[in-house]
T-cell receptor
Framework: SQTIHQWPATLVQPVGSPLSLECTVE??????LYWYRQAAGRGLQLLFY??????ISSEVPQNLSASRPQDRQFILSSKKLLLSDSGFYLC???????????FGPGTRLTVL | GEDVEQSLFLSVREGDSSVINCTYT??????LYWYKQEPGAGLQLLTY?????DMKQDQRLTVLLNKKDKHLSLRIADTQTGDSAIYFC???????????FGQGTELSVKP
């Protein structure tokens, strides 16, 4: 069966520091991968999605970037964090042939 | 534009039925989803319905879809305290190839 992992579970970082969040999927090949941010207001904002290695689509221009160095690995990064980057970051995957998205456990990021 | 709307809060008593409503605007929707989010956790897929169906039942969950009115509902029978969570409606847009989420309905179950 397929599982999705996110690392770390929680993170507290100072403003201006770099960021790297990792998402990995097991038990499937060539998934579509997604990064969402859930701010305190509860709504989910799609940040990036990827349909294959090295292929990244950005939904919202901002302080963050994403990379997909391997088929089942999706990285969310920032060179310099802002206070507004605080939130709950969720990774999701889907098979290219289907629409159903499955979510990881999330990473709680607090920028101080 | 693309929009999915839900009421923000619902409170019910344990053992009652809960009905969570959702409206969407996109007429090209193919699948509509219900996700559950417990505090501090990711989103758990509860159920989904294809746009050419009008009802789907899965144990205590019943999904009703009124495509004409673009209205989706999730009914939870015999609601338990463990059902307390935020429930998200999501609409898959064939043209954009992405899920559009509502703001979530926080269900509070009182004993």
């Amino acid at each position: 069966s397929q599982t999705i992992h996110q690392w770390p579970a929680t993170l507290v970082q100072p403003v201006g520091s770099p960021l790297s969040l990792e998402c990995t999927v097991e038990g499937t090949s060539n998934p579509n991968l997604y990064w969402y941010r859930q701010a305190a207001g509860r709504g989910l904002q799609l940040l990036f999605y990827s349909v294959g290695i090295g292929q990244i689509s950005s939904e919202v221009p901002q302080n963050l970037s994403a990379s997909r160095p391997q088929d089942r690995q999706f990285i969310l990064s920032s060179k310099k964090l802002l206070l507004s980057d605080s939130g709950f970051y969720l990774c999701a995957w889907t098979l290219a042939s289907t629409d159903t998205q499955y979510f990881g456990p999330g990473t709680r990021l607090t920028v101080l | 534009g693309e929009d999915v709307e839900q009421s923000l809060f619902l409170s019910v008593r344990e053992g009652d039925s809960s009905v969570i409503n959702c409206t969407y605007t996109d007429s090209s929707s193919t699948y509509l989803y219900w996700y559950k989010q417990e505090p501090g956790a990711g989103l758990q897929l509860l159920t989904y319905i294809f746009s050419n169906m009008d009802m789907k039942q899965d144990q205590r969950l019943t999904v009703l879809l009124n495509k004409k009115d673009k209205h989706l509902s999730l009914r939870i029978a015999d609601t338990q305290t463990g059902d307390s969570a935020i429930y998200f409606c999501a609409d898959y847009h064939l043209q954009g190839g992405k899920l559009i989420f509502g703001q979530g309905t926080e269900l509070s179950v009182k004993p």
